[in-house]
């Protein structure tokens, strides 16, 4: 049973760049959430997409935005890079049916913005 | 606003037991439990709804108390592997199926 996978691994970009993260979900998942976590941090919630909608968001700002797939992938896109951009980024898979649910994160995406 | 974990580090001996507390000043629908180990991503304990039910798994347990908002981790007769970085999710009724962080409990378990 294939887990959350993302891409790349790690990344370098400039400040002002822009970037875009991947995230293939658990199999059977239907639903995607961004986390941004800092060194030292929890896991902060950037957004969840849902049936290809962005259902939920975060404090974020519209720098980072998102799209879902008809296979349920995802990706986080974020422009005009920051260097507080910096970051582990986190993709959490998990299925909306049902009253209780469990969220599987990937193994994420390291962001350095030099 | 972020659930409140404490201790924010604890260092144990092997076998010995461990509690983690996190508290919400929201009320809420579910606690989700999570460990992370430096470099990796945080991996899935548990999850409690509400109604103060309480969970285990293996040696690893928690308890949810719905009318104080908190929770409790339990790590009994400790190894090793529990080293990491415990973090609680909180999910409240305005942000249903997203989680609140806290900023984590480093726990050490020496030989």
């Known amino acids: 049973d294939a887990g959350v996978t993302q891409s790349p691994t790690h990344l370098i970009k400039t400040r002002g760049q822009q970037v875009t993260l991947r995230c293939s979900p658990k199999?059977?998942?239907?639903?995607v959430s961004w986390y941004q976590q800092a060194l030292g941090q929890g896991p902060q919630f950037i957004f969840q997409y849902y049936e290809e909608e962005e259902r939920q968001r975060g404090n974020f700002p519209d720098r980072f935005s998102g799209h879902q797939f008809p296979n349920y992938s995802s990706e986080l896109n974020v422009n005009a890079l920051l260097l507080g951009d910096s970051a582990l980024y986190l993709c959490?898979?998990?299925?909306?049916?049902?009253?209780?649910?469990?969220?599987?994160f990937g193994p994420g995406t390291r962001l350095t913005v030099t | 606003q972020q659930p409140v974990q404490s201790p924010q580090a604890v260092i144990l001996r092997e076998g010995e037991d461990a509690v983690i507390n996190c508290s919400s000043s929201k009320a809420l629908y579910s606690v989700h439990w999570y460990r992370q180990k430096h470099g990796e991503a945080p991996v899935f304990l548990m999850i409690?709804?509400?109604?103060?039910e309480q969970k285990g798994h293996e040696k690893i347990s928690a308890s949810f108390n719905e009318k104080k908002q908190q929770s409790s981790l339990y790590l009994t007769a400790s190894q090793l592997s529990y080293s990491g970085t415990y973090f609680c999710?909180?999910?409240?009724?305005?942000?249903?199926?997203?989680?609140?962080f806290g900023s984590g409990t480093r726990l050490q378990v020496q030989p």
């Open positions: 959490a898979s998990s299925l909306v049916s049902g009253w209780a649910y469990e969220q599987y």
């Open positions: 199999s059977g998942h239907d639903t």
């Open positions: 999710g909180t999910e409240d009724y305005t942000g249903r199926r997203a989680l609140t």
């Open positions: 409690l709804l509400k109604g103060g």
